[in-house]
């Protein structure tokens, strides 16, 4: 699909195309908090969330960021790397990053430091590619983008929140480990999965294996509610999860 079918223009602004998922994520060289970030090469063999805020020094993204920090080590456990991008200044990042060490005491953190790289994006550069600024919701902010993009650089996940709406972080890091235990064991996840529950098995292709995992079905390591909808367990030790989880 061509870019121009993607995001049409407008008679009052030429709105900003996105990847979709499956696709590669766009590429891109950006200043950040933690020095100049080359997308993808700097990530190869990790899986990112590229996550945009509507400003620096807002609550709601105060306490986004603070979830964040409060959570790398558990991203990093699963091979995931950070990275916040809104359209403020570089030196706007620095002073309320700064703000959130020195002086922001929220839950149970206090001196809490983000040391996850957030891009300065000033002329929308990164944002426009990923279809970040929507007229309609602010002509001047990012909204609240989430885009799970794989140790390949595709892009498997997309969420899009309003300004008003904080994200669920416990939810952003099941995201990333449900793709990756989908990946490794060729299954797919229920509603509402959580590591050491059962997975989906994929759906037989013709009548024939329909009717054989029917009839398997108790007599190996599955079970079928029905021919298209048939669980496997999957052991917490064979999945790559964070401490605690």
Known sequence: ?????????????????????????????????????????????KWVILFSHPADFTPVCTTEFMT??????????????????SIDSHYSHIAWLRTIYEKIQWKNWSNLEVTFPVIADLKMDVAKKFGMVQPSEADTQAVRAVFVIDDQAKVRTILYYPLSLGRNFDELLRIVIALQTADAHNCATPADWRPGDDVIIPAPGSCGLAKERVEGAGSGDYKCLDWFLCFKPVDKSKLTLPPGV
């Open 68 to 85: 964040f920090a409060s959570m790398i080590d558990k991203f990093k456990a699963v091979n995931c790397e950070l990275l916040g991008l």
């Open 1 to 45: 699909m061509s870019e121009d079918a993607k995001c049409p223009e407008t008679a009052a602004t030429k709105c900003s195309a996105m990847p979709l998922i499956g696709e590669t994520a766009p590429s891109f060289t950006a200043v950040t908090t933690q020095g100049e970030v080359n997308f993808p090469e700097d990530y190869k063999g």
